[in-house]
Structures are given as structure tokens and as C-alpha cells.
């Protein structure tokens, strides 16, 4: 079966700093991995995928992942935090069936 | 943009009521996912259904919890009698059967149950 572990539940950072947000995940077939990001009071939005190809991944606002089949990761990337970045951001691995096996997701705070 | 739609946005009701909850999914997305989130478990697959038939509804509390898809355009979710433990925040999501393609939330419907 697959899973996904998200290290921290909460991460702060300063406005301007490296964003980095783990994510490890367990499949037994080549996986197909999501970062979702979810602003308060908002459904889910997509922020990046990875299906196959390139194993950077670049996705809106400035965010982008790296697949490492070796290690089983798919950290979540920014180079510099903004204020408007502070939210919670969920790693996603889809099943056979087509649906998603999500992390606990990760509180983001930036610092002024 | 084509967005999911969910209503009621907020519910508050008592316990022992009747709640149902509407999703509209994107036009031409064959599957379309239930999900609980709350504070201590986070987020939870209730069910989803694929060309409106349903194929997992395992997530689901079969005693108070139902989910339909009467027709491609509506998809309901409703829980008969309400317990103040059902209350969460739900959400609908939309996509493609293929394991690559996204899944589209909706914004969710905010359930308290007194």
C-alpha cells in the first residue's frame, strides 16, 4: 500500500529565507506525487505534480519539487518565503484507482 | 477557471438532524472524491464515485453517513441522524480517472454540529 510522511507539522521561516518542506513516500509502483497547498478557509489547490519525465518540477507561485526515486522524497522548494506563502501544504501519491494518499500536511508561518 | 462548487459554504444544525451537502463537479470529470478534514485527523477519504457509480465507500460511517451521484452534475453527500462528532469541514473534489491527472477541491463545506 502506499503512504505519505510529511516531517513537521509546522515549519517557520523568515520572509526571504529557503522554503523546504519534506515529504517521503512508500509505493510499490512508480508513483505519480502532488503538493497541494491549502490557504484558510479554501479547498485544496494544486501547486505542483510529478508523473514522469523531469525530476525537478517547477509549479506556481515560485514552489517546485525534486523526485528522488533513490531516497523516496519529493521535498517541496522555495528560494525565497513570502508572507503570502504562509499556509498548510499537503504531499499526495495517487493510487491505482486514481485517488489520492495524502500526508498530515505542513503549517507553513513566514516571519516578517 | 472551471471550479468545484459546494454548498452550503456553512452549516450549523443540531444533533439528530438531517444535513445533506452538494458538490457540482467540473463538466467532463468522471471522479468525484468525498474528504473529512478536522484538526485531529486531518484529511480522510469518505468515498468517490467514477462515471457516477460508486467505488469506495470504505472511509464512510455506513450507519449515518450516504453519498449519491443522482446525476453527472450533483453529487450529495448526507448524514442522517447528525452527531456533534461529524462536525469537520468537507470537501468535494473532481478529476480524471487516471492517476496523473489532478484532483480539484472545492471550498468546502464548514459542518458544526450543537
Known amino acids: 500500500a502506499q503512504s505519505v510522511t510529511q516531517l513537521g507539522s509546522h515549519v517557520s521561516v523568515s520572509e526571504g529565507a529557503l522554503v523546504l518542506l519534506r515529504c517521503n513516500y512508500s509505493?510499490?509502483?512508480?508513483?505519480?506525487l502532488f503538493w497541494y497547498v491549502q490557504y484558510p478557509n479554501q479547498g485544496l489547490q494544486l501547486l505542483l505534480k510529478?508523473?514522469?519525465?523531469?525530476?525537478l518540477v517547477k509549479g506556481i507561485n515560485g514552489f517546485e519539487a525534486e523526485f528522488k526515486k533513490s531516497e523516496t522524497s519529493f521535498h517541496l522548494t522555495k528560494p525565497s518565503a513570502h508572507m503570502s506563502d504562509a499556509a498548510e501544504y499537503f504531499c499526495?501519491?495517487?493510487?491505482?484507482?486514481?485517488?489520492?494518499?495524502f500526508g498530515k500536511g505542513t503549517k507553513l508561518s513566514v516571519k516578517p | 477557471d472551471a471550479r468545484v462548487t459546494q454548498t452550503p459554504r456553512h452549516k450549523v444544525t443540531e444533533m439528530g438532524q438531517e444535513v445533506t451537502m452538494r458538490c457540482q463537479p467540473i463538466?467532463?470529470?468522471?471522479?468525484v472524491f468525498w474528504y473529512r478534514q478536522t484538526m485531529m485527523q486531518g484529511l480522510e477519504l469518505l468515498a468517490y464515485?467514477?462515471?457516477?457509480?460508486?467505488?469506495?465507500d470504505s472511509g464512510m460511517p455506513k450507519d449515518r453517513f450516504s453519498a449519491e451521484m443522482p446525476d453527472a452534475t450533483l453529487a450529495t453527500l448526507k448524514i442522517q441522524p447528525s452527531e456533534p462528532r461529524d462536525s469537520a469541514v468537507y470537501f468535494c473534489?473532481?478529476?480524471?480517472?487516471?492517476?496523473?491527472?489532478?484532483?480539484?477541491f472545492g471550498d468546502g463545506t464548514r459542518l458544526s454540529i450543537l
Open positions: 509505493s510499490s509502483v512508480p508513483p505519480y
Open positions: 473534489a473532481s478529476g480524471l480517472s487516471t492517476g496523473n491527472q489532478p484532483q480539484h
Open positions: 499526495a501519491v495517487t493510487q491505482s484507482q486514481g485517488n489520492l494518499i
Open positions: 510529478y508523473t514522469t519525465g523531469a525530476t
Open positions: 463538466l467532463g470529470h468522471n471522479t
Open positions: 464515485f467514477r462515471n457516477r457509480a460508486p467505488l469506495d
